[in-house]
């Protein structure tokens, strides 16, 4: 739904990594296996084979999932930031110039009266003095 800052995001592109480096383990390991699964001999070893490739798998397995993991939460984070720029976005383009720093506070006090006002208003609802966004945010 949101749009992306374009380019891929770090997070996708870490899943990426995470499914491509684990195919390169597998088929290393599956060689790694057929030349090392071998007893002092030098005959092929069922055991020795599949032992390797266990340890290979677990090995593997891991570093799949800390890959993934992490690709995954900075995908989300990369969502969080692409939300919060989309938001932002359309706030600017509904209030324009208006849209100040004052929004995130909400409120913005009338120089004169001191009451509060909504940070959207351009004067002060009780007494109609203009209010002054810059200065009263200088102040806070
Ligand atoms: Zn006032």
Not at 55 to 62: D, K
Not at 96 to 105: A, E, F, I, M, R
């Amino acid at each position: 739904m949101f749009k992306k800052h374009g380019g891929t995001p770090v997070g996708t592109r870490l899943k990426t990594v995470a499914l491509v480096q684990c195919i390169l383990q597998v088929l290393i390991a599956v060689v790694i296996a057929f030349v090392y699964g071998r007893n002092p001999r030098g005959d092929f070893n069922t055991l020795y084979f599949l032992g390797i490739l266990i340890v290979a798998a677990i090995e593997i397995f891991l570093t799949t999932l800390i890959f993934y993991c992490i690709g995954d939460a900075a995908e989300n984070a990369w969502n969080a930031v692409s939300g919060l720029e989309e938001i932002k976005q359309m706030l600017k383009k509904v209030y324009g110039d208006k849209l100040n720093t004052q929004v995130s506070t909400g409120m913005i006090m009338c120089p004169k009266c001191g009451v509060f006002n909504d940070a959207l208003r351009e004067t002060c609802k009780v007494c109609g003095t203009k209010l002054k966004r810059t200065e009263t945010e200088s102040e806070s």
